[in-house]
């Protein structure tokens, strides 16, 4: 028999959280970000990034200063237009 954990228990030791993906783009939509002002993209990486800098956070708890630097290089002045293929 293999060591590995099986059980028809949930595990009490898996939180339900929501997927980094999900969870980042919230809170920067919760700070303000949206995709005719910001580049969505480049915000997520930079975002993502900062939160595995040093202790780990969740998006959410990033503070306002960084938020306000990463909105502030990702902001853009004119509207994102959609690529035309």
Known sequence: ???RY???E?????????????AIASAALNRGAT???HNLG???ADVHHATMCG???TAEQLDTRT???LLGKHRT?????PLKL
């Open 42 to 44: 480049g915000l997520h």
């Open 55 to 57: 202790q780990w956070v």
């Open 6 to 8: 099986v059980s028809s």
């Open 77 to 81: 002045d004119e509207a994102i237009e």
């Open 35 to 37: 995709s005719a002002t």
């Open 10 to 22: 949930p595990r009490k030791d898996l939180a339900m959280l929501p997927d980094r993906l999900s």
């Open 67 to 69: 938020w306000e630097c």
């Open 1 to 3: 028999m293999s060591d």
